[in-house]
């Protein structure tokens, strides 16, 4: 994503055309970013060899998920419409992780019948839900335990998953029980342990203590586990500053646990590899004066994007295109939804803008267009991927008619 031109340019496309043609707001990926975002993984973990089961709850396009299928990834689902929309797309199931701690009896049963790899079960009462429904099928379940290591991820306090107060997983006493109990299970069979602590992560040292009490747990469990599914939670640069997690001393990490423990790696990767895929370009439909401030109401709103409102996630802001004059007034960037919270950014030293001017949220990939709502009745936006040289639509805008 470069200016030429003072133009706002990705992949050789003119996102001011883009606009014009297509209206907006428009949530637009790049094909040629995703791959990158996926090479680099594979590259640095490439001595690891993990099993990428991509997270789908990131973005669950189904234009999105073909071409994670095309990449040789898997799928790790939180829901059965995650796991049908996976198979939809052509992952194999023996490719695909079933996590989350509310499964229902039809969505076990679903998972079952598919054979996909594992359910990671996150309670003592779910594992003797899946041992009942394997039983009455005259099946052997393969599943994971999922470890609350109390670790904090040390991100925002909404995304935090590893921390004893939060609801995923179980604490190591109640891990070691819950490994004996399946052992003496007929119809289930203990393929892993598993673990995630939370999303947009950019230290290493959240997940060295991580990998320190698995450690611990593993020892203590007696047990051989064949996969350890390390979650995902690697976070990206929304603040453009450089800002990144260093993958090869994660990496250096887990090739030194694996030096002690003989078993395949799980990794549950979404942000990472879509997040910074894609922009929200929107529209200035008026710019209202205001106390100490400018309001810059956008055509785009919080129920395009959330993540501002629901966790005060900070996404930069860039206008298509570029001049040097300057605002004398901070600009708030906000949408037309009736809420305060519907609210992007608050800016000082902003270019100076005008009502009918075109801008991009950018990184929104990632916990974008899934978290998009119909709020206020508002229809959902446009989705399109740039794919070489040619644009292909990936989702239609609704139409108020679609909500009646």
């Known amino acids: 994503m470069i200016y030429k031109n003072n133009k706002l340019i990705i992949d050789h496309f003119d996102l001011n055309s883009i606009a014009k043609k297509y209206k907006t707001p428009i949530y637009c990926y790049s094909l040629k970013k995703i791959k990158i975002n996926i090479n680099n993984l594979k590259n640095h973990f490439e001595r690891i060899n993990p099993l990428i089961c991509y997270a789908v709850k990131a973005n669950s396009n189904l234009g999105i998920l073909k071409e994670i299928r095309k990449n040789n990834l898997g799928a790790d689902v939180v829901s059965g419409g995650e796991l049908m929309k996976a198979l939809k797309a052509g992952i194999k199931p023996k490719k695909i992780v079933f996590s989350g701690v509310g499964k229902s009896n039809e969505e076990i049963q679903y998972a079952i019948s598919k054979n996909i790899l594992l359910i990671n079960s996150e309670s003592k009462s779910e594992i003797l839900e899946i041992e009942k429904i394997a039983k009455k099928r005259k099946k052997i379940v393969d599943i994971g335990i999922r470890l609350n290591p109390n670790t904090d991820a040390k991100t925002l306090t909404q995304i935090s998953t590893g921390k004893k107060e939060n609801k995923f997983g179980v604490n190591q006493k109640t891990f070691l029980k819950l490994v004996n109990i399946v052992k003496k299970s007929k119809n289930l069979n203990l393929k892993c342990l598993s673990v995630h602590i939370g999303s947009q992560i950019l230290s290493n040292k959240p ?198």
Do not use: W
């Not at 078993?263 to 894609?278: T, V, Y």
């Not at 209202?288 to 709103?301: C, N, P, Q, R, S």
């Not at 708030?332 to 009918?356: R, W």
């Open 207 to 404: 997940y060295e203590k991580m990998l320190k009490v698995l450690n611990k747990i593993i020892k203590k469990s007696n047990y051989k586990f064949e996969y350890i599914d390390l979650g995902g939670g690697m976070g990206i640069d929304y603040s453009h500053n450089n800002l990144k997690l260093d993958l090869k001393k994660y990496s250096y990490n887990i090739e030194k646990f694996l030096r002690t423990n003989d078993c395949k790696i799980i990794f549950e990767p979404g942000r990472s590899i879509i997040g910074n895929s894609a922009v929200l370009i929107t529209k200035i439909i008026y710019i209202k004066e205001g106390f100490k401030k400018d309001f810059v109401i956008l055509d785009a709103a919080m129920n395009d994007l959330m993540r501002p409102a629901l966790y005060g996630a900070k996404h930069k802001i860039m206008p298509l295109k570029k001049t040097s004059k300057s605002s004398k007034k901070n600009y708030e960037f906000v949408g037309p939804i009736c809420e305060s919270t519907d609210s992007f950014a608050t800016v000082k030293n902003y270019q100076k803008l005008k009502e009918k001017d075109y801008l991009i949220i950018c990184d929104v990939g990632a916990y974008g267009m899934s978290l998009a709502s119909n709020y206020n009745l508002r229809p959902k936006p446009l989705e399109i991927l740039i794919r070489n040289s040619k644009i292909q639509i990936l989702g239609k805008r609704q139409k108020i008619s679609d909500l009646m």
